[in-house]
């Protein structure tokens, strides 16, 4: 399903999304768009609000950092990674596949 116009995402760089119930962001990172829950794994600080360091996500509240390729979760935090999900650019449109965020919702 389509869940953002590319170039919203290219110039706001952080947007939020709803899809099927699941709270995501969509990061445009290193020329690519890229989907993740919007809950930091740790305490659920909005992710929202953190900030892009090439393809690292920062936590807004503990400074946590999450390599948005693999959703890891920076050096000695005793958490889960990120969960990432995927995307593609069709139309002027960044597409997730609503039947993947489901599956990974849980
Ligand atoms: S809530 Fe994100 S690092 Fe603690």
Partial sequence: MPVCGLSRLISQTIVCA???????????????????????????????????????LFCPRHAASFDLRTGRISYGWPYRTLRI???RIDDEQVWIDATVVNSRAI
């Fill in 18 to 56: 709803r899809v099927t119930g699941v709270d995501l962001i969509l990061v445009w990172t290193e020329g690519s768009a890229v989907a993740c829950e919007r809950l930091c794994p740790h305490e659920q600080a909005d992710l929202a609000r953190g900030h892009l360091s090439g393809e690292r």
């Fill in 85 to 87: 999900y995927p995307t």
